[in-house]
């Protein structure tokens, strides 16, 4: 673990005590920490903002009831946080199917707009991210997880492996799988972009 992050795990600590001791603000910070990534990802999975907030809602009530349970031994408060988030929504998205949506803007894999675009360039670049989308949602809910987790959340595969409950020898070929199925999809249109999107590191 590097200094920043074990800094950050002290830190994380810290205001977990405070919270559990009686200290509201404590709540409202870790809030604030997480909530912005947290709802990102489940609207990622749900595709509907209101599932998303929900979920978010849901999530951190249930945190905030069990926070005496967190174990911070065992994983990082993102971590549980994140388990406990796609765990409510696999329980949504197995009951609604999805909206078409542009998915790579909750990814964080916008297609940005060089300076002085030709209109021509324009076009193929909307509809390069229109297929990404799609060949997105196409995905099994699992694959879809997978890439979200590690592309859209910059997760590691043991953090991965952790959040979605299997070997990480799974995660990592859930995001092999799932990376190999958007190649497939987006043959041959926007397979370029979607190599400098999704670069594995």
């Known amino acids: 673990m590097t200094d920043k992050r074990a800094n950050a795990r002290v830190e994380i600590d810290t205001i977990i005590k405070r919270a559990?001791?009686?200290?509201?603000?404590?709540?409202?910070?870790?809030?604030?920490?997480?909530?912005?990534?947290?709802?990102r990802l489940c609207y990622s999975l749900l595709m509907n903002e209101q599932d998303a907030e929900d979920i978010l809602q849901e999530s951190f009530l249930y945190a905030f009831k069990n926070?005496?349970?967190?174990?911070?031994?065992?994983?990082?408060?993102?971590?549980w946080l994140y388990t406990i988030a796609v765990s409510r929504c696999r329980?949504?998205?197995?009951?609604?199917?999805?909206?078409?949506?542009?998915?790579?803007?909750?990814?964080g894999l916008e297609l940005k707009a060089?300076?002085?675009?030709?209109?021509?360039?324009?076009?193929?670049?909307?509809?390069?991210?229109?297929?990404?989308?799609?060949?997105?949602?196409?995905?099994?809910?699992r694959l879809r997880e997978a890439i979200v987790l590690r592309y859209g959340q910059g997760m590691t595969y043991r953090e991965i492996s952790e959040v979605m409950g299997?070997?990480?020898?799974?995660?990592?070929?859930?995001?092999?799988?799932?990376?190999?199925?958007?190649?497939?999809?987006?043959?041959?249109?926007?397979?370029?972009?979607?190599?400098?999107?999704?670069r594995v590191h």
């Open 20 to 39: 559990l001791t009686g200290d509201q603000s404590g709540y409202a910070e870790l809030y604030d920490r997480f909530a912005a990534s947290l709802y």
């Open 67 to 79: 926070l005496h349970r967190y174990d911070s031994g065992k994983a990082s408060l993102k971590t």
């Open 91 to 107: 329980n949504t998205y197995r009951r609604k199917r999805f909206l078409t949506v542009d998915i790579t803007q909750w990814l």
């Open 114 to 141: 060089p300076p002085s675009e030709a209109p021509e360039a324009a076009v193929i670049r909307r509809d390069a991210s229109e297929s990404i989308s799609k060949a997105l949602l196409d995905l099994s809910p």
């Open 166 to 198: 299997c070997p990480q020898k799974t995660a990592e070929s859930r995001v092999r799988l799932g990376h190999q199925r958007l190649r497939e999809s987006l043959q041959p249109v926007g397979l370029g972009l979607l190599e400098e999107l999704l």
